[in-house]
């Protein structure tokens, strides 16, 4: 169906931050398959993983128990403050789950408010249920009538929170750096009073996790640097590597409202996508590439600020990590056509912002080339 607006280019093999086409001809890929091949295209040890894997057993259904995905549940939770997890298959779903859990949870406490508070610009994904939690129009239109139960606030402002306190609903629901909606981080002052008001007013944190998890941010999950521990975090993106694998994560307590029955995928979590996600996750706490993207980030921060002293048209750069954006006076989709003239991938937030997603493996003379690159893109940028 004519879901996508494509670029005329087939891709046929990656590596790195090096992606070739059909003609051989090289792109340097600073959009890492929308924030999902955070280690790089094939990364080796994922690959061997995967391949390992592919000989023995590729499906089994959630009807038996799945070691993989049972080492991957204990990694996960290891390595973050939840202690559940229930493994799907995309962002959306992982998503859903996490609106379906609230409202478990809300049946299993006897209370009566179902109500999940998002944020205007935010994005949760596909499906009708994310859809509705989405806080944007565009998302929206046409597919009425959506789910009840969502109430969208303003981002990052504090009058906002006293109508959060007001309604108290059951859970409010954000990314920590809204990255669809434009690459907006969250204010550190306004997180400690949302957490302040959801501990007051028993109201459950839902991080989305989705495109800020998985090193992106430059901590194993963004949550982290806010200093807090929510009690739901959903992921999927950088989680398998490019290997479709999405999960919920839960506090003990939350994650009880699921019982046998309550929730449920065929494939989620299945040997092979759980093999992609633990050889993944286990990389990224084992090697040295969380301590690479930070590195990186700065240099490239530190090149992107220097960019904005030269060309008026640049608004802003801000971001958290390797999850950069640039706000420009203008068209972001014509940055992002003029860069594919120089074997250059990058990608849009919204209207006006032009958006970096390096692999976190990326490194410094890649920088000074996707530099070069880009000069040349604010050029044309700065004619028109
Ligand atoms: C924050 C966030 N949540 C959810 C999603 C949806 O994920 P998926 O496309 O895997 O369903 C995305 C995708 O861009 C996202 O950025």
Known sequence: MNTY????????????????DENETEYLDFTSGIATCNLGHVPEKVKQAIEAQLANLWHTSNLFHIKKQEDLGVLLTEN???????????????NEAAIKLVRAYVVSQNKTNPLI??????FHGRTLATVSATGQEKIKAGFEPLLQGFIHLEFNDFHSLKMLADISPSAVM??????????????????????????????????DEVQTGMGRTGSLFAYEQYGIKPDIMTLAKGL???FPIG??????NVGDAFQPGSHGSTF?????ASTAGLATLQEMITSTVLENSEKMSSILFAKLRELQENYSFIKAVRGKGL?????????????VELALQEKLLILTAGPNVIRFLPPLTVSKNEIEEFEAKFIKVLEQLKED
């Open 117 to 122: 508070v998002t944020f205007h610009q935010s």
């Open 268 to 272: 989620g979590g299945n040997p092979l």
């Open 174 to 207: 954000l990314e920590l750096v809204q990255g669809e909606g434009g690459v907006i981080p969250a204010d550190q002052k306004w997180v400690d009073e949302l957490v302040k008001i959801c501990k007051q007013k028993e109201i459950l944190l839902v991080v």
């Open 5 to 20: 607006r494509r670029f005329p280019i087939t891709f046929k093999k990656g590596n790195g931050s090096k992606i070739w």
């Open 247 to 252: 999960a919920m994560l839960a506090k003990g």
């Open 240 to 242: 398998g590597s490019g």
């Open 80 to 94: 973050s403050c939840f202690d559940q997890v229930f493994f799907c298959n995309s962002g959306a779903e992982a």
């Open 323 to 335: 999850l950069i954006g640039m706000e420009i006076k203008g068209d972001a989709t014509k940055a």
